[in-house]
Structures are given as structure tokens and as C-alpha cells.
């Protein structure tokens, strides 16, 4: 099977496939390579070229060598499954439709396929649990043998969907590649291909923490898929047992040659929960999916990436796209949200991919957080350094070069990288705001993340650090120093410190002036002022920073980008009267964010730092209050409609009781709901409404 580009050289035979009836894999291959992704055809890998043109649908003008070809093919090849084999069963008399392929369901089947935990997130209706059926089928009928596939999900009810869509998947592939038989088991509970000895299982939400680790330990599956883990019962008890218990399964199928592997699937859960608290702890640790991936050398460098960009004990990676992402129109998601008739935090959940519980208290305007979401949006360019370190650039790659003399100003918030907090870093042009680029990092030697660091300021000349100094980050900074001191690098200029901030001129000049050895020494003397220790109180305390976040939103909220860090601004809560992350949530960019804008608005001295203290922040464009004010009043709307929904209610109730004391109640109601509103300024003229349906009850 084709995934890594250097793998197109075991099969000299391959061609890819441009001619394919499937355009939806052409248009994705075009996108990668729109996205300069230099592996963008391995989803159209033919290994047979005789059979190219051939449709394996067209049975009766097949001849028997061809079948066999095709099957042969689908053997080795799963993207020629996907591509050319299967189809999406026919829905209200329609025919059945070939398979499309979106970013979600071609990097969820690559890094199943190169043995990488995966959590994959969607919104409702956009094929999550379908394309996931599609895989089992194929893992089913062509790709094991003498193995198991197992389901955990949420109920009965979604287990037998699962069963019923696997055996519709089968009665769309030609007949000569379907494998199941009348022996094979046909109920609503599991699935057999007797033809293989392979067999699907399936689990379902259990009633007590004993049942569900019982029924996880029962799993002997080198292959698990859970789906909507946030909504099954005691899933915390039952995914550490069902994968421990399979871990001997997985190393039969590793020897062997043959597909492993876990796959979470869902839509994003209520974190107040316990299975949503435990789930959204896993989506926290996962290392997050970009297409550069595809251009790894090997499945050793993509695991080597994945174990330093993913923090926990399952080293997962996250797979998380909009609507948007996958061809969707907003006007399509507003049509299936009104459909569905989702609310509030309902909707955000089922529909925008947001892990919020109803009526938790943001400490951020909703208005602020809103707009911020919708000028999320991905990195133009994502670099993995020689240091094998990710960074999310929002430039164009050919704009990175012009950087590297202009100012920029860089946040930091440290760890001891040792799979618990985050390194988040966070780097803006001063003068607009603008984010740059961002990365996170988890898991590293602090030693070669340093000298990372140290070669992002060797590279970029005017790059200033703003570095929050605790646990590692004095050693980060120490390691930078020694490294940039002998290139004629000045500390003092590129990470901000407090000798250069409450500027006694004595001692700045003579910071700037040294150099070696001598200036080796005063930064080792004056290393305590580097950086800002986020202390209790004071200049440099963790409030300073949140005070003033909705501000730097409300002024370049629309120039934040970062997904990640508009992610973690959502999940704020208010803590004992401050703003703070959440038991199970991160703030590490959060925090790098803030230290950038700090030094924007706080910092003195900043042209020593080569930043023109005159322009900072002068050529921002301010989120326009139009979009704000249109933000509020359709929530303002929706919150209306909602009372106006309910008195509507209220009104038939009024006209179908007939107990004086329950009318004399609602009519309170009414009323008090009626003065509510006029004290906002809206009116619904309702005492003409009561007299009216009480009149016409007395006269019936």
C-alpha cells in the first residue's frame, strides 16, 4: 500500500490514476498540492495499470481475469476500495453513489493505516460514522484474516444502526468481492466474514464502573473504534481495560503484516460529565493533524513527531475539521442545524465542534468569543523544523524569508515538557498584530527545544522573546544565551527583561555595550530579571495578563487565527472572581498570547529592542463594530424568539385548562414575562391575548 512518497518506489509498476470516474479523489489531490504538499497523489495509487479505465461495478462486461485482477487489487491497495469499489447505499430510491473523499476520512484511513491512534472529530450529518463503517467493511472482507474488529458505542440503538449500514455497505460492492454468506451471523449484536474467520464485536455503554471495565476487558480486538466516547457511560472505566486487554492482539498483528490500530470517532461532548471530562481529557493530549504529515519520510518519523507533539498515555492524534473543510456551505449547516432544531450549547456541540456544558460561566463576552471563532482559520503553511518541531505559520511560505528583518514579538509559556502542560509559543507582528506563527510542544528534550529556539533567533533578526519564567524556562533561556552570546547576539535585546524595561541608564549601557565573556556574565547576573514570572501580585502578575484579555480580543481578536488558542479562550472559566483554565483544560497559548500583547501595551523601552515604540499596534484594523453589533443582536434575536416560542405555549395551555386557580397561574406568568420585556423595550401587547381566550372559554 502506497502512504509515504519514498513507498511509490516498492511498486515500479503504480501509476497514479488521474482517469478515475472519482473526481472527488482527484479534487483532494489537487488541494494538497494547492497546499504544497509534496505526497498528494498516494490516494490515487493503481498498482495494476491493466486494470485502469475498468469499472468494478460493470460485471457483466468483466471477464474473469479482470474480476480477479480487481480483486487482487483491492487486496494490496485500499485506496482502490475506497476510490473505485465501494459506494454510499442508496438513500430514498436514489442509487447507490461512489465514495467521496474529504481531508476528515483520507487522513483518518492514513494514519490508521501507519498504526497512529487517532480521535477524529465532526459535526453531525458529515459522514463521521459512515466513513468509518466503510473502513470496517473493507478491514472485514479484504484486508485480515483470523482477526476481530471492535465497536464500543453509546447504546443498542446506535449499535444496531452500525451493524445495519455494514450490511448495506456489502450489498453495494460487486458480487464477485462480497464475502458474507448465509453462514455467516446476520443480527443486530455482531458480524462475521466466516470466508476470512473475521468477526465484528461491539460493546455497549454499561450500567455500572464493574460492568463497563468487565466488558472493556473482555476485548481481544487488534482493531477498536469507539464512537461518541463522550456520551457512553463509564467509557474512562472501560477504554484503559478494552485496550490493555487487546494489546497482545495487536502485537500478533504487528508480526503479521496486518492492519491494528484505535480510532476514536464523535462529535464534541459536554465536558461537565464524567465521560465527557474523561474524553475531552484525551482530545487536550492529542497532537493535532496537518497535512504536512503526508510528507513525512516514513511511518518512524511520523511516530517520532507524534510522540513529541502529543502529550498522555495514548500519543493520539487529532483530526478536526468544519464544515467549511469539507465542502460544506454554511447555508447547508444552517439548514441541518434547523432541521435537527438545535439550540445554545447543543448546537455548538452537535454542530461547531465546541466542548461546552449549558450555562457555564465565560468569563470572556460572547459576542468577543464568536467573532474570534469566525476568523479562525488554518496555518497558510506548516513547517516541521530539521529539530522535528511543528510550527504553524499564517504567512505564505514565500513571506517568511522578508521576516526575518522585521520586527516580531514572541510569546512563551514554558513547561517541563514531560507530558503534562503544553510549551505554547506565539510570535505577532507588533506593528498590526497580526499573529505570525504559533507551535506547541510537549514531550521534548528541553535541550534541543532550546536550541531550537536559539536558531528561530539566530534566523530572525528582530524575533523578541517575552518568555514567562517558570519551571523550564530559565534553562531554556540560559541554553539560548550561551548559544547566541559568541555570534555577537545581545540577550538583552531579544528577550525581554527588566533591566531594559525600568530603564536606569547606567546599567543598560552597560548591558548593551559588553560582549563574550563579559556579557556572558551580566546576563548570569541580571538572569533573574529575564522574562515575566506571572507572581502573585504586582507588575508581573498572572491577573496583569488576564485583565486585560478581552481587551487584546476586542483589538486583534480578528488576527488571532490560531484555532488551538481560540479554543483554549473558550474554555476560560471564572474561578473565585479571576479567569482561569479549567481542572482538565490548557492555557498555555493562552498565556503566550497575553505575554505578546503585554509587551505591546505595558513594555517601556522597546526601540532598544529594535520595535518602534511609535508604530506598535498603530497599523491594527479594529474588529469592525458593525460585525460585533450584528453578532448581538442575532443572539438577542434568537434569545426572543425563544420567550416568544414559550408564551406561545403558555397561551394554548391557558386555552386548554380549565382549573381557575391554573388559569389565574399562567396568566401570572404571562404577565410577569410581558414586564420582563418591557422593561427592555419590547412589547407584546398580551393582556388583549388573555381577555380574548378567557371570553371565548366562558362562552363555550
Known sequence: MILFKQDWNKYPGAIIDLTTKNKSFVRLAGLLREMGIKNNTFMLALHNPRIKGLNPHDEDNLTL???????????????????EV????????????????????????????THVMVLGILGRQQGKSFGMDVLNRGILNFWTQNTSVTLITKSNDLRMENIERLKKIELTLPTYLRMTTKKDANNTQ??????????????????????ANSAGRGNTSPIIQVDEGPFITFVEY??????????????????????????????????????????????????????????MKDEAELHAWVEKHARGVFRMVLIEYNHNQLGYSDEWLADRIR????????ADRDFFNKWVSAGEDKPIDANVLRMIDNYSKDPVYVE??????????????????????????????????????DIGMKAVDPYTGRTVFTGKYNDVNLGSYAEFIADLTIMFEDLLWVVENRSSAMGIMDTVAKIIIPLGINPFRRMFNWVVNDGKDEVIKEVLSAKNRTLYDLYIQHKKDFGYATSGGGRSSRDNLYNELEKSLKYIGNVLYDKSIITQINKLVRKNGRIDHGPKDHDDLVIAHMLSWFFLTQANNTDIYNINSKRILRNINIIDSDIVDDIAKEEQREALQEIYD?????????????????EQKIVQRIKKIESDLNLHGESMNLGSRIEEIIESKRKR
Open 238 to 295: 472501560m477504554i484503559p481495560a478494552a485496550l490493555a486487554s487487546g494489546g497482545e492482539a495487536v502485537e500478533a498483528a504487528r508480526k503479521n503484516g496486518m492492519p491494528y490500530g484505535t480510532i476514536f470517532t464523535t462529535t464534541a461532548g459536554d465536558p461537565s460529565t464524567e465521560s465527557g471530562e474523561y474524553m475531552y481529557g484525551v482530545y487536550e493530549n492529542c497532537a493535532i493533524f496537518n497535512e504536512i504529515l503526508y510528507d
Open 646 to 662: 414559550y408564551v406561545d405555549t403558555l397561551l394554548e395551555e391557558l386555552s386548554n385548562v380549565n382549573n381557575i386557580y391554573q
Open 339 to 346: 432541521r435537527a432544531g438545535a439550540k445554545g450549547a447543543a
Open 384 to 421: 516541521v523544523t530539521k529539530h522535528g518541531y511543528t510550527i504553524n505559520w499564517y504567512i505564505p511560505k514565500e513571506d517568511i524569508e522578508a521576516y526575518k528583518t522585521r520586527a516580531l514579538v514572541a510569546g512563551m509559556d514554558t513547561s517541563n515538557a514531560i507530558g503534562k502542560d
Open 190 to 211: 455482531y458480524l462475521t466474514v466466516n470466508r476470512n474467520d473475521n468477526k465484528l464485536n461491539t460493546i455497549v455503554a454499561q450500567k455500572s464502573r464493574v460492568a
Open 86 to 113: 465501494v459506494k454510499a447505499p442508496a438513500l430514498s430510491g436514489t442509487e447507490p453513489t461512489p465514495y467521496r473523499a474529504n481531508r476528515f476520512n483520507i487522513a483518518l484511513y492514513w494514519l490508521f493505516f
Open 65 to 83: 481475469d479482470q474480476k480477479i485482477m480487481i480483486a487482487e487489487e483491492v487486496a494490496i491497495n485500499p485506496w482502490y476500495y475506497f476510490r
